[in-house]
């Protein structure tokens, strides 16, 4: 099932690129926000698995992606990607979804259940929660800046193969097809980032305290997807989590890094169940 693509104008008139996978409308749509400088594509292979029955919607935030890149960073900062999201959900008529966050898109379902309540009807985090270990960002954030401006697509799949945490990719296939979502060919003919590497910069802010965005998911269901050896959600964060809401799932993932696919047979396996209890 291929993709719709859609350029949404924000508030502001910046233009956002969106992807709709369009399969069925029957259900509650899933609302897909990758990670800080991931975009829409991440979500393929999961609205090929869910999208028969829902709407399954992604989108590139600014300056990653198809998205419009601009000269003021702060325009890429959170608070502006969430007011995105909301503009993406306005001109796109969703008025209830599921959210599906992995890691910085994570942090984003948290602050949509704070800033509209009424539209987030539950929550998956991917490997992600209201306290970022800072060994984890920091190597977030060294990866960010980095423009490799590598000479071809094995290039892209060794250097990812090198510095990116255990993933469940078993195929050089897999590989390929990362490093497809990850790097694009310029016009010097070399392969760069799909995101503006400034973005970098704005990791080096402190860290508010998250815990109230958690809290305010207080009324959804919520499922966490954990990759046991990651560097980003640490185990004792999970332990404060699950103490915080005992009936949240938890679906922890041996030996994977930040952050789960998805389609990891237990995780695959508890989003199925997870969202069969919303119509």
């Given at each position: 099932?291929?993709?719709?693509?859609?350029?949404?104008?924000?508030?502001?008139?910046?233009?956002?690129?969106?992807?709709?996978?369009?399969?069925?409308?029957?259900?509650?749509?899933?609302?897909?926000?990758?990670?800080?400088?991931?975009?829409?594509?991440?979500?393929?292979?999961?609205?090929?698995?869910?999208?028969?029955?829902?709407?399954?919607?992604?989108?590139?935030?600014?300056?990653?992606?198809?998205?419009?890149?601009?000269?003021?960073?702060?325009?890429?900062?959170?608070?502006?990607?969430?007011?995105?999201?909301?503009?993406?959900?306005?001109?796109?008529?969703?008025?209830?979804?599921?959210?599906?966050?992995?890691?910085?898109?994570?942090?984003?379902?948290?602050?949509?259940?704070?800033?509209?309540p009424g539209l987030i009807r539950g929550v998956v985090l991917n490997d992600?929660?209201?306290?970022?270990?800072?060994?984890?960002?920091?190597?977030?954030?060294?990866?960010?800046?980095?423009?490799p401006a590598l000479a071809n697509e094995q290039d892209c799949v060794d250097?990812?193969?090198?510095?990116?945490?255990?993933?469940?990719?078993?195929?050089?296939?897999?590989?390929?097809?990362?490093?497809?979502?990850?790097?694009?060919?310029?016009?010097?003919?070399?392969?760069?980032?799909?995101?503006?590497?400034?973005?970098?910069?704005?990791?080096?802010?402190?860290?508010?305290?998250?815990?109230?965005?958690?809290?305010?998911?207080?009324?959804?269901?919520?499922?966490?997807?954990?990759?046991?050896?990651?560097?980003?959600?640490?185990?004792?964060?999970?332990?404060?989590?699950?103490?915080?809401?005992?009936?949240?799932?938890?679906?922890?993932?041996?030996?994977?890094?930040?952050?789960?696919?998805?389609?990891?047979?237990?995780?695959?396996?508890?989003?199925?169940?997870?969202?069969?209890?919303?119509?």
């Open positions: 099932m291929g993709a719709l693509t859609h350029r949404v104008s924000a508030t502001d008139g910046l233009s956002l690129m969106v992807r709709e996978w369009a399969g069925g409308d029957s259900r509650m749509p899933l609302l897909c926000l990758p990670g800080l400088v991931r975009t829409s594509g991440d979500f393929a292979a999961f609205a090929a698995r869910h999208g028969s029955k829902r709407r399954v919607i992604s989108l590139d935030y600014a300056g990653r992606g198809g998205s419009t890149r601009v000269r003021d960073i702060t325009r890429y900062g959170p608070e502006a990607c969430l007011r995105d999201v909301l503009d993406v959900c306005a001109a796109l008529h969703i008025p209830h979804a599921i959210a599906i966050g992995t890691s910085f898109g994570g942090l984003l379902s948290m602050g949509l259940a704070a800033a509209r992600i929660g209201p306290e970022v270990a800072p060994t984890g960002a920091a190597i977030i954030r060294d990866f960010v800046a980095t423009d250097w990812l193969r090198a510095r990116l945490p255990p993933l469940s990719l078993a195929t050089d296939e897999d590989w390929f097809g990362m490093a497809a979502l990850t790097y694009t060919k310029g016009d010097d003919g070399r392969f760069h980032p799909l995101w503006d590497t400034r973005i970098a910069k704005l990791l080096d802010a402190p860290t508010p305290d998250l815990w109230p965005l958690f809290g305010a998911m207080a009324a959804v269901p919520v499922l966490l997807a954990w990759g046991e050896v990651s560097t980003v959600l640490r185990p004792e964060t999970v332990a404060r989590m699950r103490a915080a809401r005992p009936d949240m799932t938890v679906v922890p993932v041996p030996g994977i890094g930040h952050a789960p696919t998805l389609a990891e047979p237990e995780v695959a396996a508890a989003l199925d169940r997870f969202l069969a209890e919303f119509p």
